[in-house]
C-alpha cells in the first residue's frame, strides 16, 4: 500500500480516494511560515481568484481546471516571497514551456538562477510531478511527485532555514547527472532488456537516441535534455517519466552545452 496525494496503491492498481487537490494544500498554505524560533516568515498565500477569473482560465488552459484545483483557486493563487521567488497557481505569471515532453503543465516559477519550476498536468487537474529545469547544466531534476508534495518541501526547507542547501542539492544533482550522461544512458537497441511498458516505444526511436528512464527514484534523478545540442530531439514514453534524446551526441557531449532551450523538439507517445 502507498499513499501519494490522492491515490492509493492497492494489489497492483491505483485507487482514487476523496482528497482533493485543495484538502492536501491547504493546510500547507494557510497557517503562517515559521522559522525554528517561531518567527513569521515574510512568504504568504496570495489572494483567491472570483470565479468569473477561474471560468476565464479554464477556457484557456482546458483540463488543467479539475474541481478540486478550482477549489484551490478560490482560496490561493499562489505564494509570495519565497525562496524561489512569487509561486504562481495560474498558468499565467510565466512564459509557457518550451520543452514539448512536459507538456500540459503550470510553470509554478522562474527563480533568479533561471530555473524553470513545472508541475505537470495529469488527467485529475494538476498532479504532478514537479520538475527544475536547469539552463546551465541543461538538465531537468525530479524534484517532487506532485505539487502538494513541492509546497510541503519548500515549507519544510524554508522553516528549517536549510533552504539553500536543499537549492545545492538540486544544483549538484543537475551536475552529477550532466557529468555521467553517457553512462545514465540506455540505447533504443538495448529493448530486448527492457518492459514491456516501453518496449514498444524504444523500437521506433531514432538510432542515434540516449534514453533516460526516470521510473526508479536514484540520487541523480533527472536526464541531460542539451545532451544532443541545441537541435537536439526530445521524445517521451507516454506520461512516464522516460525521456529520449536524439541528435549529434559529439555536438552535445564533446562542445559542450549552450545556455539556449532546444530549438526542435518532437514528443512521441507510446502506442
Known sequence: MFIN???????????????????????????????????????????????????????????IMSPGYKDLLAV????????????????????????????????????????????EVGARGVSGPVWCVSRDPEVAVYVSDDLAAFISTL????????????LQHLTATARAVWSHRRSLALRPY?????????????SILPSDAYVYDLRTPTRARGWPYG?????????????????????SPAEGWRVGHPDTTPSRVELRLCA
Open 76 to 119: 490561493c493563487s499562489g505564494l509570495a516571497n519565497t525562496a524561489l521567488g512569487n509561486i504562481d497557481f495560474t498558468g499565467t505569471a510565466f512564459p509557457d514551456e518550451p520543452c514539448a515532453v512536459f507538456q500540459p503543465c503550470l510553470t509554478l516559477a522562474i527563480d533568479d538562477s533561471g530555473r524553470r519550476w513545472l508541475a
Open 155 to 166: 515549507r519544510e526547507q524554508a522553516c528549517r532555514g536549510t533552504t539553500l542547501a536543499w
Open 227 to 247: 545532451v544532443a545540442g541545441p537541435c537536439a530531439r526530445l521524445f517521451r514514453c507516454g506520461r512516464l517519466p522516460v525521456f529520449a534524446v536524439a541528435g
Open 190 to 202: 538495448d529493448a530486448r532488456h527492457a518492459d514491456a511498458a516501453i518496449r514498444g516505444w524504444l
Open 5 to 63: 496525494s490522492g491515490e492509493l496503491w492497492i494489489f497492483g492498481s491505483w485507487e482514487v480516494f476523496n482528497m482533493s487537490t485543495c484538502d492536501t494544500m491547504t493546510p500547507l498554505i494557510s497557517s503562517p511560515w515559521r522559522d525554528a524560533d517561531g518567527n513569521a516568515l515574510a512568504v504568504r498565500p496570495l489572494p483567491g481568484l472570483r470565479p468569473e477569473v477561474i471560468k476565464t482560465l479554464e477556457r484557456t488552459y482546458p483540463g
